[in-house]
């Protein structure tokens, strides 16, 4: 059974030494960084689904190597969150390049591959609620991203 996005997966124990061990053998630590990021890319060197986007088999359960990536590291996805890509790569699974979002915040961040919310929009999103310049609910509604997706940009 596939871990789809509508439902929530919590890491057991006793998964998480091997899944982890198992994940990071399929990954290439010495990526790209990718414009306005302040590290590189983690690349993903395993399995591929038809369109190219990563996957991985975690715990007799086939989902994305960025699901795993955000389920490894001890975070609990929910019902209806997302993960997605702030760095705009299709094959990037650093976690620190990851956020949980809903369905149009994917949308909106992964138009074609490249990210819409530029590294320039994200320093300036950090810096505008570290001075307290802007509130979230102004910087939702200018990028039209969610609350979630923005605590995650600011929390990296």
Known sequence: MAVSPGHSFKIKP?????????????VNETGPIAFGM?????IWTGSLDAVGYPK???????????RAAVIISGT??????????????????RRNHLVTGKLPDAHMLSYRGRTPVGAGDIAFIRTMVATGEASFSDLVGQYGLSVEVLEGIISL
């Open 38 to 42: 302040e590290d590189c890319c983690h």
């Open 14 to 26: 006793s998964m998480a030494s091997d899944g982890q061990t198992r994940f990071y053998s399929k």
């Open 76 to 93: 609990v996805l929910n019902r209806g969150q997302s993960v997605i890509s702030i760095c705009g790569n299709r094959a990037c699974v």
């Open 56 to 66: 991985f088999w975690l715990d007799g359960n086939s989902t994305t190597a960025k």
